[in-house]
């Protein structure tokens, strides 16, 4: 079993940075491959960002160059940091870990879940 405690959400203005962090228990961290997903009311949760333990990651088209993904395999942490936010980046944002190896944005394919942290971009 794997537990994840998403936390770092909030409130910004457009162009402004948040950094996301996920605390990662009860597996071995350097096993799992992780991603970041994100929902807004009404739609259905779309990866955002995928990184596994070798270092390689993949990215969701609408946050390549803004947003940059990481972890740290010592501490058993995954970040976000996101950079120049749009009102269109406003969702809840979820840490999630899959048990198989492989970069994936598809929700179906992870098996644990955080419960999410709130982030809010104004224009």
């Known amino acids: 079993q794997v537990q994840l405690v998403e936390s770092g959400g909030g409130s910004v203005q457009t162009g402004g940075s948040l950094l996301l962090s996920c605390a990662v228990s009860?597996?071995?961290?350097?096993?799992?491959?992780m991603g970041w997903f994100r929902r807004t009311p009404g739609e259905e949760r779309d990866g955002v960002a995928s990184?596994?333990?070798?270092?390689?990651?993949i990215y969701a088209d609408s946050v390549k160059g803004r947003f940059t993904i990481s972890r740290d395999n010592a501490k058993n942490t995954l970040d976000l940091q996101m950079n120049s936010l749009k009102p269109e980046d406003t969702a809840m944002y979820y840490c999630?870990?899959?048990?198989?190896?492989?970069?994936?944005?598809?929700?179906?394919?992870?098996?644990?879940w955080g419960q999410g942290t709130q982030v809010t971009v104004s224009s």
């Open positions: 990184i596994c333990s070798d270092g390689r990651t």
């Open positions: 009860g597996d071995t961290y350097s096993r799992l491959c």
């Open positions: 999630a870990a899959r048990a198989r190896w492989g970069l994936s944005l598809d929700e179906t394919d992870y098996n644990y």
